[in-house]
């Protein structure tokens, strides 16, 4: 790493940690999910994209070098469906396998544990029930359950990341969180369904809550295991069915509540902030949110969310992420792009607390991400 | 014992609504009144629902037990008994490239609760197969789900398809799912989109005129 870059990630970094910390940084920091878009902008397949770690890092390279956003978003890895497990625990669809070669993968909720499968569960947690349905979840690859408990024993795979993550250090990009994983709520739907987790919900709601609890302990390590040695101490947390948007307020309350509470508590515990990525309409959960510690979560939201209800009910408590939608990235003019991150600015980033955050999917304008990009650097400047 | 039925069924209570629903039958009660009380029942729901008093939650087990409660009666029905106008036809499916089905199935559920009558063809369809089923099922609207961003140039497709062999103009065309807005619906010429279900079969009865 040479002066410059160095100084450069320090600068970043240091920016993020005071808008997370709710004080008041040089300016509004900025960020955008490349994933999806960096491959075809760098004239790659999904597929190469996601097999191929030289192109993969090639088309990263470009993306930070191009855009210049102040973290990477996720650490860059290759995709590994039997690692992906972990965090989604469902059938997938694969591009070159079962979709074309540029499509996105694809998560496929259907009922792979059983009601029976649930006293188990409970009593089990849930890396062991996950092993257990291995060969459900991945029957594509022959011995799953000894080539899973091998990669998590050996920890295969992770001596490339670590190269990529001192590459990103050189490149002075700081990673916005490691090790992201499902929320025990949402890891449970995922393997019962949405359905049928609803029915188990009314038919039998202490067992749901106890596996629920169960999962919360197994989920608690993995997402600190993941985080705490890479140095890098923000650890995401999906929230993918918790919202009103998928169930009851009263349902939120008693099951997804408690747990949400369990894992910020734990990552304190482990100097971590826990990223909280809410799909979804968050409205009227955010009421509920104000119970979490002050100045240890980081709300993550997307449009489906009220900016100003949530600026008003945890404006002084948590710092907000989110919102540059990919929608509007994609269909948007670069005047829409800068007008509504204006907006995100004066309603979430009033004296800090926010990191803007865009969703760029492959057809994303790259004139609107840098619309973005810059309205955060100009008109996300704090006077002194 | 109606008006217990359709309190406890507002209620979701599941085990006693199935029990009330089996004494009724035992005591001799049309099978045809059970059903209307619950079709009360479920539009309450939805009402709760459009109030944000209910959830997602709320509709899909209103639906379990609406059809639990179907297979008690059933057997009991005369063929023909229950009303069986329709007030309107749709097709609806999710587009190509795209395999998630929750969202068109709970669409399609409340469309037939709105006495639709619904074409379901699945999951990544191609806009050949869409062009191919509206010319077989001639339906007043064409519903098009897509969740995931990689389908707004496959919904596009679809109704540029559909314009070629002269079949757009006769039909409603709406679009469903947490990937689609306006600004979707004027990229790819459909003429509304939602992300709620009761909203999209709102849209629908407004179109075929109730």
Known sequence: MNSNTEELYKEREERIKAAVGLKTPDRVPVICTEMDFSWKYNNISQLEFMTDNDKMMRAYERFYKDFQPDAAYSEPALFDSLFAVI????????????????????????EIMKEEDYKRAKRRGYILTLINLLPK???????????????????????LTELNRKKLKEWGIPIWSIGGMESPFSVLCLMRSYEK?????????????????????????????????????????????????????????????????????????EDIITILHCDGNWTPNLPYLAELPKGKCILDIDDSTDIYQARDLLGDR?????????????????????????????????????VMKGEAPAQAKPENIKAMINTAKTYGVYKA | ???????????????????????????????????DTCKKALIEIGQLYAKKEYFLSELVMSGEIFREVMELLEPKMHFGSVSEEKIGKILIGTIQGDIHDLGKNIVKSALKGNDFEVYDIGVDVSPEMFVEKVKEFEPDILGMSCLISIGWDALKDTIDALKEEGLRD???????????????????????????AIEGVEQCKRWVGI
């Not at chain 1, 929608?327 to 979430?348: M, N, Q, S």
């Not at chain 2, 309190?7 to 009660?29: C, H």
């Not at chain 2, 006769?170 to 709620?196: H, P, Q, S």
């Open chain 1, 87 to 110: 965090g989604s625990p469902c059938l997938i669809k694969l591009p070159g396998r079962d979709l074309p070669e540029n499509s996105v993968f694809q998560l496929v909720e259907s």
């Open chain 1, 137 to 159: 979840l991945r029957p594509e690859i022959p011995d799953v359950q000894a080539k899973f408990n091998a990669m998590i024993q050996n920890q295969i795979g992770s001596e």
């Open chain 1, 197 to 269: 987790l609803v029915f188990d919900i009314y038919r039998n709601r202490e067992l749901v809550k106890e596996t629920v609890k169960k999962f919360t302990q197994d989920i608690i390590r993995i997402s600190i295991g993941g985080c705490k040695p890479s140095g890098i101490l923000r650890a995401q947390i999906g929230l993918h069915r918790e919202s009103s948007s998928s169930f009851s307020l009263k349902i939120f309350e008693e099951i997804a509540l408690p747990m949400i509470k369990e894992i910020v508590d734990a990552h304190i515990k």
């Open chain 1, 318 to 354: 948590m710092c907000f992420s989110g919102n540059v939608m990919e929608r509007l990235l994609t269909f948007g003019t670069p005047k829409k792009v800068e007008d509504h991150c204006k907006e995100l600015i004066d309603v979430l980033g009033e004296n800090g607390g926010y």
């Open chain 2, 1 to 35: 014992m109606e008006n217990e039925l359709f309190k406890l069924f507002v209620e979701l209570r599941e085990k006693d609504i199935l029990k009330v629903v089996t004494d009724m039958l035992d005591s001799g009660e049309d099978p045809n009144i059970i059903a």
């Open chain 2, 170 to 196: 006769k039909i409603k065309i709406i679009l469903g799912g947490g990937g689609v807005d306006d600004e979707v619906a004027n990229y790819t010429g459909a003429d509304a989109a939602v992300t709620d």
